[in-house]
Every structure is written in C-alpha cells, then in structure tokens.
Nanobody, 125 residues
Framework: QVQLVESGGGLVQAGGSLRLSCAASGRTFSTYAMAWFRQAPGKEREFVTVISRSGDSTYYANSVEGRFTISRDNAKNTVSLQMNSLKPEDTADYYC??????????????????WGQGTQVTVSS
C-alpha cells in the first residue's frame, strides 16, 4: 500500500507559478510510474503529465506542454510539478497518482493504483 500526500496548491494570478509536491510512503516508490491528473469543477478528471520510474521519460498533455515540468526524487520519495505561465483554465484540483505496473507509462487514470487526496489550484484572471 502506498500513501500519497500532495501539497503546494493555492491561489495565483494568471501568468504566475506554483510548485506542487507529492510525498509517497513506502519503500517501492522507484518502481512506480508517477503522474499528475487534474479535475476542474463540473469536468472529468484529465491527464496532465507522467514520469517514468527512473525519471528519464516524461509526457505531457498538449494543454500544459512547455509550461509544466514534472520531476521526481526517488531518494526522497517525492514527485513535483512545476507550473509556470499559469492560466485561468488551469484551475482545478490536482491529484498525484502511482502506477505499480513495472513497465507501463500511461495517460489513463484507470491504470493508476494509488491516489492522493488532491490539492486545489486556483488561477485568477
């Protein structure tokens, strides 16, 4: 069992930056692909970004490519999301997720086994 705890959300003006962090419990963090998803009010949860187990590979949704950066520190059991040039449409609850499969790097929320409780990001115009 893995517990994920997000932090770093808040209110920011458009054009600003925020850094989200996700701390994971357990000794097998390096074996999980880690992702961020988000869910805006009244909308379905959507993929934001994923990072491979080693951190060598990353993938982003088109809507955040070039603005967001995912990274991980396997020694500290953390994954982070640096969000720059934020837009009002980035407003959502952001969730950290872990995939315990050994090889998959997925954009699909159904492939993820563990989820954090979410952290709210609000971008004002």
């Amino acid at each position: 069992q893995v517990q994920l705890v997000e932090s770093g959300g808040g209110l920011v003006q458009a054009g600003g930056s925020l850094r989200l962090s996700c701390a994971a419990s357990g000794r097998t963090f390096s074996t999980y692909a880690m992702a961020w998803f988000r869910q805006a009010p009244g909308k379905e949860r959507e993929f934001v970004t994923v990072i491979s187990r080693s951190g060598d590979s990353t993938y982003y949704a088109n809507s955040v490519e070039g603005r967001f950066t995912i990274s991980r520190d396997n020694a500290k059991n953390t994954v982070s999301l640096q969000m720059n040039s934020l837009k009002p449409e980035d407003t959502a609850d952001y969730y950290c997720a872990a995939d315990r499969s050994r090889t998959r790097i997925s954009r699909w929320s159904s492939d993820y086994d563990y989820w954090g409780q979410g952290t709210q990001v609000t971008v004002s115009s």
